[in-house]
């Protein structure tokens, strides 16, 4: 008998030595293999970078207003606390009571047990500046003030 010789059917232009690192299936039942666009996966990835980003300084700038905002009101309470120390208190204060808080004619500051409505007909001739409540550290509390202050 004679030997025929082996003749492949398959072109060998159509196939590869190593199938797993082509980038494409390589016969049909292989899985579909898309070639992905990488502008549109940076695009894609930098649109959820900004996003991201931009959300999270919002969220810092909310803390920084709202840090201001603390400063502004802690820097206030010590000049008005300045005042209060600087004014005269004919009485010794009680931690936690309200007193209120004057500014005299002659600009110096008093602070009395009294408030605008409990004076009645003797009211000395002083403004109103604030409400105030001293508190266990010895700071003053704010409870409302003149808007002129």
């Known amino acids: 008998m004679e030997k025929k010789e082996f003749v492949n059917p398959i072109d060998p232009d159509k196939i590869t030595e190593s199938p797993g690192l082509i980038e494409y299936a390589h016969h049909?039942?292989?899985?579909?293999?898309?070639?992905?666009?990488?502008?549109?996966?940076?695009?894609?990835?930098?649109?959820?970078?900004?996003?991201?980003?931009?959300?999270?300084?919002?969220?810092?700038?909310?803390?920084?207003?709202?840090?201001?905002?603390?400063?502004?009101?802690?820097?206030?309470?010590?000049?008005?606390?300045?005042k209060i120390y600087e004014s005269k208190i004919s009485f010794q204060p009680i931690i936690g009571n309200t007193y209120y808080l004057y500014s005299k004619e002659d600009g110096a500051y008093q602070v009395s047990?009294?408030?605008?409505?409990?004076?009645?007909?003797?009211?000395?001739?002083?403004?109103?500046?604030?409400?105030?409540?001293?508190?266990?550290?010895?700071?003053w509390h704010i409870l409302d003030e003149n808007a002129s202050i």
């Open 113 to 139: 047990m009294l408030s605008n409505k409990e004076w009645g007909s003797k009211k000395p001739n002083w403004e109103y500046l604030s409400a105030i409540k001293l508190l266990g550290d010895h700071t």
């Open 28 to 82: 049909v039942g292989s899985a579909i293999i898309k070639p992905e666009d990488k502008g549109k996966i940076k695009g894609r990835s930098l649109s959820a970078m900004y996003e991201q980003t931009d959300l999270q300084l919002l969220q810092i700038k909310e803390q920084i207003t709202l840090l201001a905002k603390q400063v502004e009101s802690i820097e206030h309470r010590k000049c008005l606390s300045e």
